[in-house]
């Protein structure tokens, strides 16, 4: 048994969230099902990166992590580091504030501003995003 909310105010839109999480439940099971006989083997797993189904055997781990072969395992670990606090502003946040402000310079220089305080504080060097 599966509790969890669906956020939603009305009855009947929670149901039919509902519905279509149980018609994808069941779509898995058929899929891992026809997995095990076309692999021939009595567990499947579905690879965190490629999503693909594969031998329980044969799986690489990783932590609580499950890969089909040694490249997604890589891939999963590149896609998921964190920036630094001030890679993130430099890279992310200040692009995105150029873009989204192109109307109102005022209210980019005022991001601008503020993100050099902060990279020239001592929090964004030190890396307690990564």
């Not at 994808?24 to 990166?49: N, W």
């Not at 997604?72 to 964190?82: D, P, Q, S, V, Y």
């Not at 109102?104 to 305080?117: F, V």
Request: proline share 3%; with cysteine; net charge positive.
């Amino acid at each position: 048994m599966i509790r969890q909310s669906t956020r939603q105010g009305s009855d009947k839109k929670a149901r039919n969230i509902e519905s279509a999480h149980r018609t994808r439940l069941a779509e898995q099971q058929k899929e891992a099902t026809a997995a095990r006989v076309r692999l021939d083997c009595a567990e499947v797993l579905t690879c965190h990166e490629c999503e693909k189904l594969l031998n329980a055997d044969k799986a690489l781990r990783k932590d609580q992590y499950v890969f089909c072969t040694q490249k997604c395992a890589a891939t999963w670990g590149k896609a998921r580091t964190m920036p630094s606090l001030k890679d993130f502003l430099e890279n992310r946040f200040l692009p995105d504030a150029e873009t989204r402000h192109k109307a109102k310079p005022a209210t980019y220089r005022y991001y601008k501003q503020s993100s050099d305080m902060i990279k020239r504080s001592r929090v964004a060097p030190c890396g307690w995003m990564n």
